[in-house]
Nanobody, 125 residues
Framework: QVQLAESGGGLVQAGGSLRLACQAT????????MGWFREAPGNERQFVAA????????TYADSVKGRFTMTRDNSKWLVYLEMNSLKPEDTAVYYC??????????????????WGPGTQVTVSS
């Protein structure tokens, strides 16, 4: 089974940019669609973006569409989340997930699938 580790989080001012990365190890990376979710204090974990196993299909939450871009590099077992025009409401812990189905492309996934430990993103106003 694949293991995941996120990186790239930090503190940024509103309007700024960050690029998150999720490194996969073990398992077979191309067996998985990949997703990004985020969880702010007191809120449920919410869908951010997802991409198919080959990167040809990508979906986004309405709240980030046009500002965030998700890509994957299957040669390096990496997925990225480029975040631009950041807003204070984007503040959250960001998690990547490896989904062996395509359900994540619909914004849904399972807690039983492999998740990373998360990386904190804080956007100051």
């Amino acid at each position: 089974q694949v293991q995941l580790a996120e990186s790239g989080g930090g503190l940024v001012q509103a309007g700024g940019s960050l690029r998150l990365a999720c490194q996969a190890t073990g398992g077979t990376f191309t067996q998985y669609a990949m997703g990004w979710f985020r969880e702010a204090p007191g809120n449920e974990r919410q869908f951010v973006a997802a991409t198919s196993w080959d990167g040809t299909k990508t979906t986004y939450a309405d709240s980030v569409k046009g500002r965030f871009t998700m890509t994957r590099d299957n040669s390096k077992w990496l997925v990225y989340l480029e975040m631009n025009s950041l807003k204070p409401e984007d503040t959250a812990v960001y998690y990547c997930v490896a989904d062996p189905s395509d359900m994540v492309l619909e914004g849904r996934t399972s807690p039983c699938y492999p998740w990373g430990p998360g990386t904190q993103v804080t956007v100051s106003s």
